[in-house]
């Protein structure tokens, strides 16, 4: 899932071709090999990111599969952008894929909601595009992004609430919006089965 020191002209194959193992093992090299350069302890990589130090060990030895919020924080720790951690050194095809079950890509699953990351993580913070499932009942509750980052939500199926600062609007199955995401915001599923929606959020540079 990493990739080695910039610089270096390492042949791999494209990262849409790894395996989950793999992807795993380049991970977990990449933050050790940052780690021990920079001649942090895993104490002291720990305060700078926020992830246990368990966590971390874990990571390094292969032996845990950390959610893209972790790999963030990991990546922010050392100052470096999240692509140059997550993904393979050089890539011999322009086509990058995103496979169906692949659960690298599985950003949120829970009693509320499933959200599953469609645009390649190198793009964070730039512009990322979610499939997100809403169980009945079920909400996706932000707080305020940064300043002037906008939202574009479209939904497939389902019957949507959705909040925007003190604004409000329902949306229903082919309809879209597009909102402010630098105050609260909410999407709420309004139906009575499950909800199917696709958001792409667009951070100003």
């Not at 845990?64 to 924080?73: E, K, Y």
């Amino acid at each position: 899932m990493a990739a080695p020191s910039p610089g270096k002209q390492t042949a791999s194959k494209p990262t849409a071709e790894l395996s989950p193992d793999e992807i795993s093992g380049q991970l977990s090299q990449r933050v050790r090999t940052l780690r021990k350069e920079r001649g942090w302890s895993l104490d002291s990589l720990s305060a700078a990111c926020g992830v246990s130090r368990s966590m971390l060990s874990q990571i390094e030895r292969g032996e845990a599969n950390p959610t893209l919020a972790v790999t963030v924080r990991i990546s922010q720790a050392f100052g470096i952008a999240l692509g140059e951690l997550v993904e393979a050194p050089i890539s011999t095809s322009s086509i990058e894929v995103i496979r169906a079950d692949d659960r690298t890509f599985h950003y949120r699953s829970d009693d509320e909601c499933r959200i599953r990351t469609l645009s390649p993580l190198h793009l964070e913070k730039d512009v990322e595009f979610y499939e997100v499932q809403l169980h009945a009942n079920g909400k996706l509750q932000s707080a305020p992004h940064f300043k002037g980052t906008r939202e574009f939500l479209t939904v497939e199926k389902g019957k949507i609430e959705l909040q925007s600062g003190d604004d409000t609007t329902v949306l229903g199955p082919g309809d879209s919006a597009s909102y402010r995401v630098d105050v609260p915001h909410t999407i709420r599923n309004a139906g009575r089965g499950e909800a199917m929606l696709f958001l792409v959020v667009i951070y100003q540079n």
